[in-house]
């Protein structure tokens, strides 16, 4: 039986196991961070794999767990840098001409007069997103320039600590009334889609962000086929072959907002048939 190192122990972790070992494959949790890790006389539990199925989210400790497993990775760290870094995608998606939403990256330090400049280039309200971070963090919609500005420079302080590695944020535009939809593909191809959704309550009182993991509810769909081709296109362009693309759909247009390629694998049924078997298959073709 394949064994695959599993760095995530949350609802991913807990949904692949015994489908995948219906399959050949035995997933097991390494865990990578947040814990001691003897580097001279390496624990036993890091021995014995195959494969691994994506690369830890800290990019520092998931070089120890690299080294020590010495194991190819379905994502490995460049598929993890490149879809965290949101402006890469933006800018590598909008020149291959996939639509996404207009947007600005702002690299700290800049004066007040530029940072006025990018908010009077949008209609308000504005999108103000830190660079590198998931599941909606530090993500706020701005009205004014007034806002804005305090948010820059609550950015900019946290920018002027020495040791951050990150010192940039996005200014995009915010799409009004939009469907929030997750598409997944494994090795280019789509498997399946979920529409995420606050619940009415949440949304009344002015809330927006249709994260999962602040509140929002996936329910599985069925994707029509021109937003199936441009997940796939997106998955082409990056060349990253587990990966989750966030689309934005109104009425007349469709973008991609962001990629991720450490996405939540939900219930089986709301994907397309036979999804486990193309996750056994790309994760068998690595070895």
């Given amino acids: 039986m394949l064994s695959l190192a599993v760095a995530t122990r949350e609802e991913t972790f807990e949904r692949m196991v015994d489908p995948l070992a219906d399959r050949g494959i035995n997933a097991r949790h390494v865990q990578c961070e947040e814990r001691t890790t003897r580097l001279t006389d390496p624990p036993t539990e890091f021995e014995g794999f195959d494969v691994g199925f994506v690369y830890p989210s ?53 004066d007040d007069a530029e940072l006025e400049g990018v908010f009077e280039r949008f209609e308000p309200p504005v999108v103000v ?31 002027d600590y020495q040791a951050t590695g990150d010192r940039s944020f996005l200014v995009q535009e915010y799409v009004p009334d939009a469907k929030d939809y997750r598409a997944m593909c494994i090795d280019g191809e789509y498997v399946g889609a979920v529409e995420r959704r606050l619940p009415d309550p949440a ?85």
């Fill in 58 to 110: 800290r990019i520092m400790e998931g070089g120890v767990a690299d080294a020590l497993l010495d194991v190819p990775w379905v994502n490995d760290r460049e598929a993890i840098v490149t879809s965290r870094n949101k402006a890469d995608v933006i800018a590598r998606l909008a020149d291959a001409g996939v639509s996404v939403p207009d947007t600005v990256l702002v690299s700290n330090p800049v």
């Fill in 129 to 159: 997103k830190p660079n590198s971070t998931t599941r909606g963090t530090g993500v706020v919609k701005v009205g004014d320039l007034d806002s804005f500005l305090g948010v820059a420079d609550y950015l900019a302080l946290v920018h």
């Fill in 203 to 287: 949304r009344s009182v002015g809330r927006w962000k249709h994260n999962v993991h602040r509140g929002a509810e996936a329910e599985g769909i069925d994707l029509p086929d021109d937003l199936r081709d441009l997940a796939e296109r997106t998955a082409e362009e990056l060349g990253i072959p587990w990966l989750g693309v966030d689309l934005l759909v109104t009425d007349d247009r469709t973008v991609v907002s962001e990629t991720n390629a450490r996405p939540t694998i939900d219930d089986e049924t709301k994907y397309e048939p036979g999804f486990y078997d193309d996750l056994a298959a790309l994760i068998e073709g690595q070895v």
